[in-house]
């Protein structure tokens, strides 16, 4: 990897960019961090503006918050009350579902004002529609999708439906009926249309599947797309011996690993049940010694592997650390239904 200071040339003449993000953490917000760490190291001119900055100490960082209280939170409880409210008989099993709704006013955010360039990333709440479109207009953005849902009417992640292709999100299978008459994912993607129509738009993907579904969205279809993996700090994420690897966990050298990653382990799309049934089938086949030790990062399971010691050291904040634990593993498993090929599969190929 090239030293930041090689890049300055490329950043010198780039005017300020403003990168919006929900949060600093998980998949979505490390990813969007990383890129403005990476940036602001390079030479160019970066504000963050999110949310809730969590551990970040970045000083070109803004954490909107209504007199001190979190607008975190706010974002949170406003979308657990309408769908609680408008659909009690919800389906389980399902995806995140958002909302159009924002607690953020973009138009007065001073980073927004100020900003040449602005970079979009899991917006849930920062940006509402279709108010944030008026806020955005005349400005250059880019729009990095961490999943499905700036293209449908709420869902993150469709399981199969193509609603979102043709007349729009109607009827959303994974809202169930609808205790007030309303659609709320209809109601989403018209204003999504709405304010998506005010924007110099340029949307990218961190893999081709997502830019092909880009490509087939009604929403989003019509915009320039590219698609520009999630970068990372192969000086951190590199080759590591195994047994040094394993040491700094006290695993034992000569166990054969498997290891499983997400940020919330036990949501379906993470496909861990997928992981359980495929470790259930194999566990008669381990003759020549004891079964694969299962490393697991992230929210712990709430099932275990029946025959399956498992190792779980929950979040790894330490970056140096985590790219240990990638090394300490003899096989990195993602069992995702749907997968925008995130942080994680990028650092344990690294």
């Known amino acids: 990897m090239r030293s930041f200071e090689s890049l300055y040339p490329l950043t010198a003449d780039l005017r300020p960019i403003t990168l919006l993000s ?12 990383q890129l403005a760490e ?26 909107i918050s209504d007199n001190g209280r979190s607008l975190f939170a706010k974002s949170r409880i406003s979308l657990g009350i309408a769908l609680s409210r408008g659909y009690p008989k919800r389906p389980h099993g399902y995806e995140y579902f958002s909302t159009v709704k924002g607690v953020v006013d973009l138009s007065v955010v001073d980073a927004v004002k100020k900003a040449a360039l602005i970079h979009l990333h899991w917006t849930e709440g920062l940006a509402g529609w279709p108010g944030s479109g008026g806020a955005l207009a005349g400005k ?9 849902n700036p293209f449908t009417g709420g869902c993150h992640y469709t399981a199969g439906c193509e609603k979102y292709t043709a007349a729009g999100c109607v009827n959303c299978p994974q809202l169930g009926p609808s205790l007030n008459g309303k659609d709320l994912a209809a109601e989403n993607f018209a204003a999504k249309s709405e304010g998506y129509a005010l924007l110099n738009l340029t949307a990218v993907t961190p893999g081709r599947w997502l830019g092909e579904c880009v490509r087939a969205s009604r929403l989003l279809g019509s915009f320039p797309r590219e698609v520009i993996p999630n970068g990372i700090d192969t000086d951190v994420f590199s080759p590591l011996p195994r047994d040094e690897a394993r040491a700094v966990f006290g695993l034992p050298p000569g166990r054969r690993m498997v290891l499983f990653s997400a940020n919330d382990v036990n949501r379906r799309n993470k496909g861990y049940q997928v992981l359980l049934a495929a470790l259930d089938r194999l566990l008669p086949r ?26 779980l050291p929950g979040f790894i904040e330490d970056k140096a650390k985590l790219a240990a634990a990638y090394a300490a593993a003899d096989v990195f498993v993602s069992p995702s239904f749907q997968e925008v090929f995130g942080l994680a599969t990028a650092e344990a190929q690294a």
Do not use: N
């Open 38 to 63: 990476g940036l602001s190291a390079a030479g160019a001119r970066v504000r963050f503006v999110t949310l809730q900055r969590g551990k970040a100490a970045h000083e070109w960082i803004t954490e």
């Open 286 to 311: 381990w003759t020549d010694g004891p079964p694969p030790l299962l490393l697991i990062l992230g929210t712990p399971p709430q099932e275990k592997p029946p025959g399956y010691e498992c190792f």
């Open 22 to 33: 929900f949060g600093c953490e998980g998949g979505a917000g490390k990813a969007a961090l």
């Open 140 to 148: 250059p953005l880019v729009w990095t999708l961490h999943d499905m």
